[in-house]
């Protein structure tokens, strides 16, 4: 059970649309391209080879790594485990305020591949959102910073988007430390099958 990653419902649609947009659009053509440019001869001198030889290896290793993502992936809806509704959770919409300035921001709790690079978005994992979990309203959430302790009261809660929340922006899923573990190769036959078959899978999940 440790190995499972929860998503938000939405978050975890759009990686799947990622890869289905890799798997079923990006990488044949690239394939295609590649078969055409190998044709031509000489691959050594061909630089249309050697493009699409190199963008198959980009496309393959993201392709690798979101599969490893959705294979433990696991959606968690909070909202629906939950007696009372105005408690933090996982995927919650969360309206705080600074007591030291009143400052206003608008969070929402979810996976940290989620929340990369994304305004108002933050990990489980974070220090916000562990300080946050569990409050009510008026509740204060206390967060331990380098600089120190900083208190948050807790204004509003929503397990649905909201007009005060703002707009959602929109996902940049990083998954940077499988990136960092993962070589950039082209996938073999083998790979292509397990992936194929994890993809089939992954509609029905």
Do not use: C
Request: glycine residues 4%; charged residues 35%.
């Amino acid at each position: 059970m440790s190995d499972i990653e929860y998503f938000t419902r939405d978050g975890l649609t759009l990686i799947k649309q990622e890869f289905n947009m890799l798997w079923n659009d990006i990488r044949p053509e690239v394939v295609k391209k590649l078969a055409w440019a190998a044709s031509l001869g000489d691959r050594s001198e061909n630089a249309d080879y050697q493009y699409n030889k190199q963008l198959l290896r980009q496309v393959d290793k993201r392709i690798y790594i979101i599969s490893k993502v959705i294979a433990k992936a696991e959606v968690l809806d909070a909202s629906k485990k939950i007696k009372d509704l105005n408690v933090v959770a996982f995927g919650a919409y969360v309206e705080i305020e600074r007591e030291s300035d009143g400052v206003l921001r608008h969070v929402r709790i979810v996976n940290s591949n989620e929340a990369y690079d994304r305004d108002g978005f933050i990990s489980y994992h974070s220090p916000m959102a562990k300080a946050l979990m569990n409050k009510t309203i008026d509740d204060d959430a206390i967060v331990k910073t380098d600089k120190g302790a900083v208190t948050w009261f807790v204004n509003k809660i929503s397990h649905k988007h909201e007009d005060w929340f703002g707009e959602i922006p929109e996902p940049k899923f990083h998954f940077s430390n499988e990136e960092k573990r993962v070589e950039i190769k082209i996938l073999t036959e083998e790979e292509i099958k397990r992936i194929n078959e994890e993809y089939l899978k992954t509609l029905v999940k």
